[in-house]
């Protein structure tokens, strides 16, 4: 798995590092046959990563630290979210569960109803099928290819140490004002249009699955320097409009309950394809890279 | 999982939430005061038992500390094997009484061993704000919290794990839920105020479960709780349930483990439910005194025959047992009771009163002259 190398730092203001990364451009990759689905290449990059999870300073919830990540090698994602006909192939394999019902079965349409389980249960089927490595993308990869799109957690939350109901208040009030799509059914592949990386439907009314799980993190009282962490990984984070903590068996995001956020209208996932082998000369020189970079999500 | 969003539940929540009560208010806890109180840490002990307690306060306030380790585990709720993966406070389905006086402080730790698999809180009814303590006791595995309440009311009140959302009543038709008595310092009164006082207490916690079926009609078995999940949910939703029973499994207390008294003893009764209505009754017996809602600056209603508890509250029933043989504490719905199983005993020791009853004539063929 890429290792991108990050720094944390304590707000989102740029910071300008020396190494010569671009922002990331995305190619698309030709399309393809069913096994082999059309995918993005997303270039390396530099980018300000809000870090999912919840954070804690002297005892009080606090907006999360941004950490300053450096992806320094491509890597390659579905363009669009696992479709409805793709899933159903794993499920006639016996690879995977039967997705909840969606009121409308559109083959084109991303499959929804479906918990995080059955999206690396799908991973999994993938990649035997294909003799590639399929996997989730992790929160950091996702909210880089998501781009201009990433919308991650809320900074803007009122904060009183001295008067915690300041901060339920002002998240109801976020919350409420947000409100729900009106129309949460989902739509046919590219309905939502791609971003500046080419990815389709980032940001629209599926939801997805990522391999990063839960957190909840003490920060040192004077740095953003994370002091504590218990990881929980029966949860895992779930990226779109909004950013959302599910509990892996999950299907439905209206009535499954999640950490942060407006529910999800609806629960899919889109795969990362891992490069292909670490044992050629390229591969072995990536591995010997990735050795090199601190490994840190 | 859980949300603190969701967790608010809406309007009516929001409704609370915005009306703050009077006082509430800037009122900043005098720590050095706190600090300053006696502590005492109580060791749990499992239902239907209760922890030892003075019924008339020695001193003055005290901070009262408990430990709670969340234990998430398979039981047996039936003779036919029926499995639910519990979701316990402390190991146990109801999860264990805790008796402070009013005026102390209750302060609870809440584990969550990294063994086990979801996150969980708790929301005492009998505390103010932050959803119960609700919203600062979340956990996940891994994780310990440490919170602390005034028992600013007296009466039995029941808590509750309340994650958000879903998971509120999925974990509480899982088995987390429990209860707090919190005594008047000067003790329990009758309507008049003169002193009541009991000689033994027993803790009733009746669960309602939702355990999910197959095709035959067998019920399921499932590798954890959330494998389970999207099933449960679709029974809960009939809003029938497959089990109603008392401290966690049908006949757990009867026979051998039926709840033991004396003639002439008094016995106090304390009846939660989190999530359903239910209406105990001791066949045989009464309440003598009953706070059928549980709140003792009410006075006692006296001479019940059934009492109703609300689903969300607990209630208790001072009895002195008058007869001995065999009584049973139902919920006197009998099909609950016998079918489902919210069948209790007493076993009560001691000389027949032939003035409160006798058989008079033995049974025989009628007579037809």
Redesign the interface.
């Known amino acids: 798995m890429q290792r991108p190398a990050q720094i944390l730092i304590g707000s989102v203001t740029a910071l300008v590092m020396g190494a010569g990364a671009l922002a990331g451009a995305g190619s698309a990759a030709p399309e393809a046959d069913g096994a082999r689905p059309p995918t993005v290449t997303i270039l390396p990059g530099l980018f300000a990563y809000p870090n999912p999870g919840e954070f804690l300073r002297d005892g009080h919830p606090v907006a999360g630290p941004t950490t300053l990540v450096s992806f320094e090698r491509p890597f390659e994602i579905m363009k669009y979210q696992v479709s409805v006909a793709d899933y159903e192939g794993c499920v006639d394999a016996g690879a995977c569960r039967q997705a909840d019902a969606p009121r409308l079965r559109v083959p084109n349409n991303p499959i929804t109803g479906v918990s995080y389980l059955d999206a690396i249960a799908y991973a999994r089927w993938q990649s035997e099928r294909t003799g590639q490595t399929w996997r989730l993308p992790t929160a950091m990869e996702w909210a880089f290819a998501a781009g201009e799109r990433f919308v991650g957690d809320a900074a803007d939350i009122e904060n009183d140490p001295t008067n915690p109901a300041r901060r339920w208040l002002s998240l109801y009030e976020r919350e409420s004002a947000r409100g729900r799509t009106a129309a949460p059914d989902a739509r046919v592949q590219g309905s939502f249009g791609t971003n500046t990386k080419g990815l389709a439907d980032v940001g629209g009314n599926v939801w997805e699955w990522t391999a990063t799980c839960y957190v909840r993190a003490t920060l040192a009282s004077d740095a953003p320097e994370v002091v504590s962490r218990v990881e929980n990984c029966g949860v895992h984070v779930v990226e779109g409009r909004h950013r959302a903590y599910m509990s892996d068996f999950i299907r439905d995001g209206k009535s499954g309950g999640c950490a942060v956020g407006t529910p999800p209208d609806n629960l899919g996932f889109r795969l990362v394809r891992e490069p292909r082998s670490r044992f050629g000369l390229a591969g072995l020189k990536r591995y010997l890279r990735g050795l090199a970079t601190p490994a840190t999500d | ?6 967790a ?1 539940m809406g309007v009516a929540t ?1 409704a609370i ?2 009306t ?1 009560p009077p006082f509430a208010v800037s009122a ?1 806890a005098d720590e050095a005061v706190i600090n300053a109180l006696p502590r005492v840490k109580v060791k749990l002990v499992a239902p239907p038992f209760v922890h030892a307690h003075d019924q008339v306060a020695v001193g003055g306030a005290k901070v009262v500390e408990f430990t709670m380790t969340i234990v998430e585990k398979p039981i047996i709720l039936d003779d036919e094997g029926a499995t639910l993966h519990a979701m316990t406070y402390d190991g146990s389905v109801p999860g264990p009484l805790m008796v402070v006086h009013q005026d102390d402080y209750v302060e609870l730790t809440l584990i969550n061993p990294d063994t086990n ?3 969980h809180n708790i929301d005492f009814h009998a505390s103010t ?2 959803l119960g303590g609700g ?2 006791t979340l956990i ?4 310990q919290v440490t919170l602390r309440f005034k028992a600013t009311r007296t009466g039995t009140f029941v808590y509750h794990c309340a ?5 509120i009543p999925w974990h509480v038709v899982s088995g987390m839920s429990g209860a707090i008595m919190i005594l008047p310092r000067d003790g329990l009164k009758d309507e008049k105020g003169a002193p009541l006082s009991y000689d033994k207490v027993f803790y009733i916690g009746e669960n309602d479960f939702y355990i999910p079926r197959d095709e035959s009609g067998a019920y399921k078995s499932f590798e954890s709780a ?2 389970g ?2 099933d449960m ?1 679709k029974v809960m939703r009939g809003l029938i349930p497959t089990h109603v029973v008392f401290n966690g499994a049908k006949g757990s207390l009867t026979g051998e483990n039926a709840m033991k008294a004396k003639v002439g003893e008094t016995v106090l009764i304390v009846h939660a439910q989190a999530n359903r209505d239910t209406r105990p009754h001791l066949i045989g017996g009464h309440g003598d005194y009953v706070w059928e809602m549980g709140k003792f600056a009410n006075p006692p209603a006296k001479d019940l025959e059934t009492w109703f508890i609300r689903g969300g509250s607990a209630g208790a029933a001072l009895y002195t047992f008058r007869q001995p043989g065999i009584y049973a504490y139902v919920n006197h719905n009998l099909i609950e009771a016998v079918e489902l199983g919210a069948t209790a005993h007493f076993k009560v020791e001691g000389d027949w009163n032939d003035d409160l009853m006798k058989q008079v004539d033995a049974p025989r063929a009628i007579t037809t002259n």
């Open positions: 999982m859980f949300t603190r969003r969701e608010l929001a939430l915005t703050l900043q698999s979801l996150a704000g932050a919203e600062l996940n595995p891994g994780e994650p958000g959302g879903p998971m959330g494998d999940y999207e949910l």
